[in-house]
């Protein structure tokens, strides 16, 4: 267990009402949660895998795998799928050469759908680390991926 995982153990009591603030903690630590960590936290609060497994798959913000230095979502949501967010999720996955729930080579993208992100007024919409852009288009799509990419020009 390394030195992250013992700190973390030592700052809570070994109460299962600790889960959730624990797998926060873990999540923001490492940026997912390892098998490790989740070992470390079923012995340490004696709970059984399957339950702290079913946990971190019911919340969204924890995941299994690593994930990209710049997680982009695309709502797929009903306004922004019938105001053309597909198409915006088609191009993300062409110019990134990856499918939804995966993680570039380089650690820089992760790609994710999200249903809702309640910004029906602005769709359609997709996210980079959560900051919004709304009434996207494949073109705005391709102009923030330039930036990122170190391609293009910011235009801030």
Not at 5 to 22: R, S, T, V
Not at 63 to 71: H, N, R, T, V
Not at 119 to 126: D, I, M, Q, R
């Amino acid at each position: 267990m390394d030195e992250f995982m013992q700190n973390l153990l030592e700052k809570y009591l070994p109460e299962k009402d600790n889960l959730i603030q624990m797998l926060n903690e873990v999540q923001e630590h490492y940026g997912y949660i390892p098998i490790e960590s989740q070992k470390g936290l079923s012995d340490y609060l004696e709970i059984p895998m399957a339950e702290i497994y079913g946990v971190v798959t019911f919340y969204s913000r924890f995941s299994l795998e690593p994930q990209g230095k710049y997680k982009i979502s695309v709502c797929l949501g009903t306004a922004c799928y019938v105001k053309g967010s597909q198409k915006i999720m088609d191009r993300l996955k062409e110019r990134l050469k990856i499918e939804e729930g995966q993680t570039t080579e380089d650690g820089m993208f992760t790609i994710e759908p999200m249903r809702c992100v309640g910004a029906c007024g602005l769709a359609p919409v997709f996210t980079v680390n959560g900051e919004v852009y709304g009434k996207a288009t494949v073109q705005k799509l391709d102009e923030v991926l330039d930036v990122l990419l170190g391609t293009g020009t910011d235009g801030h």
